[in-house]
């Protein structure tokens, strides 16, 4: 081999050990993974909270925005937070310090509900 054949095999091999490596290090993920965040949105709007389920990180703030032409609440079952009647465009935000299921609803209009997961 020529000192450049010898320079582009060992290039060569060295981008495939590094994309092997690269790939044997990575999570797989799927389509229905949804990665814990910092800080997450809720959007109320045709009468539904979307996502229905977010899971969020220990310390993460969620927030709420109404979409809705009318208004909503934001009610823990557990009674850990509660917002006021949110018009539209008005925000509730929550702080999650513990791990745990969090179910909530809307008390205006009960049948709206979803779940904040915080891990």
């Known amino acids: 081999m020529t000192g450049n054949n010898v320079w582009f095999a060992s290039f060569t091999a060295a981008v495939i050990i590094a994309i092997v490596l690269l ?3 990575s999570p797989s993920v799927t389509a229905n993974a949804q990665p814990s965040a910092a800080n997450a949105e809720v959007k109320i709007d045709n009468f539904s909270f979307a996502p229905t389920t977010i899971t ?3 310390g993460a703030t969620v927030t709420w925005t109404n979409r809705d032409d009318i208004p909503h609440t934001v009610v823990s079952t557990d009674g850990v937070f509660k917002s006021k009647v949110r018009d539209t465009d008005e925000t509730f935000s929550y702080t ?8 909530y609803y ?8 979803g779940q904040v ?3």
């Open 23 to 25: 790939l044997a290090g």
């Open 96 to 103: 999650f310090a513990k791990a745990g299921t969090y179910p």
């Open 106 to 113: 809307c008390s205006v209009h009960p049948k709206m509900t």
């Open 56 to 58: 969020v990180a220990v």
């Open 117 to 119: 997961v915080v891990q």
